[in-house]
Nanobody
Framework: QVQLVESGGGLVQAGGSLRLSCAAS????????MGWFRQAPGEERKLVAA????????YYAHSVKGRFTCSRDNAKKTVYLEMNSLKPEDTAVYFC???????????????WGQGTQVTVSS
């Protein structure tokens, strides 16, 4: 199993940037593909970015492609989400998650962090 803790959320103006981090515990972090999800009030949780276990492939939702970058450091057991050109519609609770399955398939994710709030003001 893997335990996940997100950090780095906060309040930022539109056009600004934030970097989210997700620290993992457990010996097998490098076996897991990692994903970043977000959930806005009244909406379903959606996968916005994901990265394979070795970092060689990434997935981005259309709404964030070109603005968000997902990366990982297996030595530090940490995955990152660099968010640039933020928009008010990016406001949500952001969760990191881990899967041993297909990294671009939301339903495969089995392990979740507690989430971190990102608020983008206009």
């Amino acid at each position: 199993q893997v335990q996940l803790v997100e950090s780095g959320g906060g309040l930022v103006q539109a056009g600004g940037s934030l970097r989210l981090s997700c620290a993992a515990s457990g010996r097998t972090f490098s076996n897991y593909a990692m994903g970043w999800f977000r959930q806005a009030p009244g909406e379903e949780r959606k996968l916005v970015a994901a990265i394979t276990y070795n970092g060689r492939s990434t997935y981005y939702a259309h709404s964030v492609k070109g603005r968000f970058t997902c990366s990982r450091d297996n030595a530090k057991k940490t995955v990152y989400l660099e968010m640039n050109s933020l928009k008010p519609e990016d406001t949500a609770v952001y969760f990191c998650a881990a899967t041993l399955g297909l990294y671009y398939r939301s339903a495969t994710y089995a392990y979740w962090g507690q989430g971190t709030q990102v608020t983008v003001s206009s």
